[in-house]
């Protein structure tokens, strides 16, 4: 999936600020439990997204409008989980963000 799609890429790097961000301001355990689940959502979404589009391709390698509305409906499910990751991550990370800035200018 890393090899294939250009967009795991992204997550993948997402992923790794997310997780070096929870390490430097020691979240909580729920806190972390939100953020893994919310990272596996997208990874979950982009391996289906991955095999549908690779189905799609070896059922018909020619353009079908079907098969098209299949491949954007499955790279909507990855937008959706994106979104919600960050409007997850948002939530947790923001407060940490205002205090360490209030500290850091105060």
């Known amino acids: 999936m890393i090899k294939s799609q250009h967009n795991a890429w992204i ?5 790794t600020l997310v997780i070096s961000c929870g390490l430097f301001f ?11 689940l919310a990272i596996l ?4 979404a982009e391996a289906l997204n991955t095999a549908i589009e690779f189905l799609c391709d070896a059922v018909s390698p020619a353009p079908h409008p079907l098969i098209q509305k299949s ?7 990855v937008l959706i989980s994106a979104i919600g990751a960050i409007i ?19």
């Open 26 to 36: 020691q979240i909580d355990p729920i806190e972390w439990c939100l953020v893994i």
């Open 71 to 77: 491949k954007d409906v499955a790279a909507g499910a």
């Open 41 to 44: 959502a997208v990874f979950v």
């Open 88 to 106: 997850i991550g948002l939530i947790i990370f923001l407060p940490y963000f205002k205090a360490y800035l209030w500290l850091f200018f105060n």
């Open 11 to 15: 997550h993948l790097l997402a992923t």
